[in-house]
């Protein structure tokens, strides 16, 4: 990119990724490669699957997979702000890529934490950034506390989490959002225009077994490490009678690229931190216009083939 005032100037529009990248982050990191109108530009890690320090290396480790080791790597939050730290070692496994090995990262993270990058870029990119956060939402919590004006200067917040109806961990929860609801509540109130792609939209945008063998058939090594890492989780969305394995994090990412082949709708959400068996709920209301101030955009719905065609696109990319 060219450097015009210390700021580059490039043709698509920047993108911050906050991740606690475990198996389907890490295949959001390789689509972010070879995105139609954003271009990444750092990525920030935060606890939330597993532990920070693996989330750290594992993005690390998937950069250079992905040929973008020049992308800086911002270490956030080992815990979340108010609650006990939950983790999703049963899906993730140990390492948090199903326990499946990359070469040791070439680079250690950089000094600067997360929430003091995300306003740095902000401000770089005034008006302009995209944040895809795709893990709980610590970092971004810590960043609006600590720099009152950073909402006015995002262009918007693309959330994956939540959901209108239903939850992952609890019949009311998603993982992200139960993991910090504090956090979360926090976001969604904090003025910037925000987009929560929930389990409503994520969980239409599964892949099956057979597609997965499609996609390692690509015969380039991203794409056979997606083939490989999502197939670890295919036996746990059995419980959920999807008939594959949902792209939560990945078809996040596609979404702030493009959405064309998706529904929003603005809606009131609000995150639940007090109920007993409500926990982490982002309370949604998607049918009235009176009972909630409209603070979110809201994913309905997904055309799961335009979906598949941008994910074997992408990966295929690698191979040329
Ligand atoms: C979310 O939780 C994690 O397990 C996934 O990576 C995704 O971000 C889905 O609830």
């Known amino acids: ?96 890529l ?27 990119y005034e008006g302009e950034l995209t944040v895809v956060a795709i893990g709980p939402l610590t970092n971004l919590a810590l960043a609006i506390v600590k720099y009152k004006e950073l909402p006015n200067l995002l262009k918007r917040i693309v959330i994956m989490g939540g959901a209108a109806v239903g939850g ?66 295919l036996k746990f969305y059995r419980t959920y009678k999807l008939g594959g394995v949902a792209f939560h994090d990945p078809v996040t990412v596609l979404y702030a690229d493009d959405e064309s082949y998706f529904q929003t709708d603005l809606a009131g959400v609000r995150v639940e931190t007090k109920g007993k068996l409500t926990r982490g709920k982002t309370v949604t209301d998607l049918y009235s216009d009176k009972q909630m101030e409209h603070n979110a955009f809201v994913v309905t719905n997904v055309d799961r083939d335009v979906f598949k065609k941008r994910v074997f696109e992408i990966l295929a990319k690698y191979g040329e």
């Not at 939330?48 to 950069?63: C, D, F, I, K, S």
């Not at 911002?74 to 070692?89: D, F, I, N």
């Open 1 to 96: 990119a060219l450097l015009k005032g210390g700021v580059s100037v490039m043709n698509k529009r920047p993108m911050l990724l906050d991740c606690d990248t475990g198996v389907d982050g890490a295949v959001a990191i390789l689509l972010t490669k070879y995105l139609n109108t954003l271009e990444l530009i750092a990525v920030t890690t935060v606890a939330g699957n597993v532990e920070v320090e693996h989330t750290t290396r594992n993005t690390l480790q998937v950069l250079e997979l992905a040929g973008m080791e020049h992308i800086p790597v911002y270490r956030g939050a080992e815990k979340p702000l108010l609650c006990e730290a939950v983790t999703a070692h049963h899906v993730h496994g140990q390492n948090g």
């Open 98 to 124: 199903n326990d499946m090995t990359l070469p040791k990262p070439k680079r250690e993270p950089e000094a600067m934490p997360a929430w003091d990058a995300i306003y740095k870029y902000a401000k770089q």
């Open 168 to 233: 992952n961990v609890t019949p009311c929860a998603e993982f992200n959002v139960y993991a910090d609801p504090e956090a979360a509540d926090m976001v969604f109130t904090c003025g910037a225009p925000v987009y929560m792609c929930g389990l409503d939209v994520t969980m239409r945008a599964y892949l099956t077994a057979e597609e997965l063998d499609e996609i390692a058939s690509l015969d380039n090594k991203q794409a056979v490490f997606t083939r490989d890492v999502m197939q670890g989780i």
